[in-house]
């Protein structure tokens, strides 16, 4: 009998692609598919190809004994809740406990590279719920989601539009992977039917720089692009006087932080060895997006 694969935060940018991977792959009827959100309505299209469609809300733990009944596989897509300490975990755990509770047969989980030692706020929430999914003793597959490659897109127009890119990140190097690529590992994964647990860390096939990316970026687009390198507290000082809320910029300067002491710099062939096939290359994304970037 085929089994049930379920996907939460259906209706977000990253969920979407997993169900668009699992629909491509043609190796799970639609109808073995349950997609969830918070608003079903948004999954409209998804209905209309056969899946099924169920409200689960991380704040409404009875939502989610109701949306998390009769799967067999069920993917946790972590929530994008960063302004409000603590929450995002306690929503995480919420999951778990309910996935336990419907007899799930397997939990994927999507966490982040080395939560353990990264110096990044919300890290401690994907730990958390790394050991809350290996608690249940329900089989699992933790993945580790490297940066995405359209996280770029949060500093490079501005960069480019004014020549300059103010960076705290010194030497480090980072590995970003398409959001694309991540679903994709994220489908094949939940389509997998393994018993076994593992944790994948899923990065792009290369890691950079900032002065590597900044050229990348220059070349694609012909604008001059510098790396300004500053301290952490001169980076918070700009985005700060660039209006960013109080809350979001000590998380920015993380990213920074943790790429400068090297906690980005891993590089594997996960996503290949999950997709069988190697994930996009930085250059050849910032080429398909050089439009995009240069406005």
């Known amino acids: 009998m085929a089994e049930t694969l379920l996907v939460t935060g259906a209706a977000g940018q990253f969920g979407r692609l997993v169900l668009d991977a699992l629909l491509a792959s043609g190796k799970t009827n639609p109808a073995n598919i349950i997609a969830t959100s918070r608003d079903v309505a948004k999954l409209d299209d998804y209905a209309q190809k056969g899946v099924k469609t169920r409200t689960a809300d991380f704040d409404d733990p009875a939502s989610l004994d109701e949306a998390f009944a009769g799967a067999d596989r069920i993917l946790i897509v972590s929530t994008d809740v960063l302004d409000r300490p603590g929450k995002r975990l306690k929503q995480h755990l919420a999951a778990v406990a309910a996935a336990k509770t419907a007899g799930v047969k397997h939990i994927l989980y999507t966490s982040m590279p080395a939560p353990e030692q990264s110096v990044i706020p919300f890290a401690a929430d994907h730990l958390g719920t790394e050991n809350a999914v290996k608690a249940t003793g329900i089989p699992y597959t933790i993945l580790r989601n490297a940066w995405y490659m359209e996280n770029l897109f949060l500093a490079l127009p501005h960069a480019l539009a004014s020549g300059q890119w103010f960076s705290s990140a010194g030497n480090g190097r980072i590995s970003h992977v398409a959001r694309a690529d991540l679903a994709k590992a994220a489908a094949a994964a939940l389509e997998a039917g393994s018993s076994e647990s593992r944790t ?42 660039a209006g960013l809320p109080d809350f979001l910029i000590p998380i920015l300067v993380s990213f920074d932080t943790n790429t400068r002491e090297g906690h980005f710099d891993v590089v594997t062939d996960d996503v290949a060895t999950l997709t069988g096939k190697a994930p996009l290359g930085l250059s050849a994304f910032l080429e398909a997006n050089k439009a995009a970037l240069a406005q």
Request: aromatic fraction near 2%; avoid cysteine; hydrophobic fraction near 45%.
């Open 200 to 241: 994948y860390t899923l990065t792009g096939s290369e890691a950079r720089s900032t002065e590597e990316i900044a050229a990348l970026a220059a070349a694609a687009t012909g604008k001059k692009l510098d790396v300004v390198q500053i301290s952490d507290e001169a980076l918070a000082g700009g985005l700060k006087g």
